[in-house]
């Protein structure tokens, strides 16, 4: 049973360019969160969305970002024209749906690591 | 979510037990605590959860206060991989899905 997996695992790009990272969630979860993480710094949460849905996106920032969850592949996550402080480590997650008692627990893929010159 | 507080760093022997401490006052009846550790460059490891009972599995246990205001994780035996930083989470069941990380413990295992 594969986990979550995430690619690429590193991307560079440079200051303008758009940068474009992909999460496929583990077999029978329909529920993807992403996260990101500066350097030296702890995670925060972007965005969680089902299929089709944005379900919150109160971490994101307002402009040049955006993510999406189609019906069918993967989750992706969009930065357009990358500027230096979108270099991070950007992780998703995966959960299935809510068990009877609302519990869900969120499994991590690997992250892929944005590097902006 | 309920803010909880955890000691920004520990040392622990190989082999021996760590004892990873948790503060949560402010915890609500409906409200779990997770715990989850990052090892260095990787995505962050799910380990256990609970409510108000204690709980074990194959990694670790989790000791929860009858008050629920603390809690400590244990990893039994610990090896030099357990090296992370652990991070526990206050989270309310059900609607809302996000993990709010805060900085967690860094463990050291020393050989």
């Known amino acids: 049973n594969a986990g979550v997996m995430q690619n690429p695992r590193h991307l560079v790009r440079r200051r303008g360019q758009e940068a474009r990272l992909r999460c496929s969630p583990m077999k029978g979860h329909s529920h993807v969160y992403w996260y990101r993480q500066l350097p030296e710094e702890g995670l925060k949460f972007m965005v969680y969305l089902q299929k089709e849905n944005i379900i919150d996106e109160s971490g994101m920032p307002k402009e040049r970002f955006s993510a999406e969850f189609p019906k069918e592949g993967p989750s992706i996550l969009r930065i357009q024209q990358v500027v230096r402080g979108d270099s991070a480590a950007y992780f998703c997650a995966s959960s299935s749906k809510r068990t009877g008692q609302g519990l869900s627990i969120s499994f991590f893929g690997p992250g892929t690591r944005l590097t902006v010159l | 979510d309920a803010k909880t507080t955890q000691p920004p760093s520990m040392d622990c022997a190989e082999g021996r037990a760590a004892n990873l401490p948790c503060n949560h006052s402010?915890?609500?009846?409906?409200?779990?605590v997770y715990w989850y550790r990052q090892i260095h460059s990787q995505g962050p490891q799910y380990i256990i959860h609970g409510l108000k009972n204690n709980e074990t599995n194959e990694m670790a246990s989790l000791i929860i206060t009858e008050d629920r205001k603390s809690s400590t994780l244990i990893l039994p035996h610990a090896t030099l991989r357990d090296t992370a930083v652990y991070y526990c989470?206050?989270?309310?069941?059900?609607?809302?899905?996000?993990?709010?990380f805060g900085k967690g413990t860094l463990l050291t295992v020393n050989p």
């Open positions: 402010t915890i609500s009846g409906n409200e779990y």
């Open positions: 989470i206050v989270r309310v069941a059900g609607s809302n899905y996000k993990l709010t």
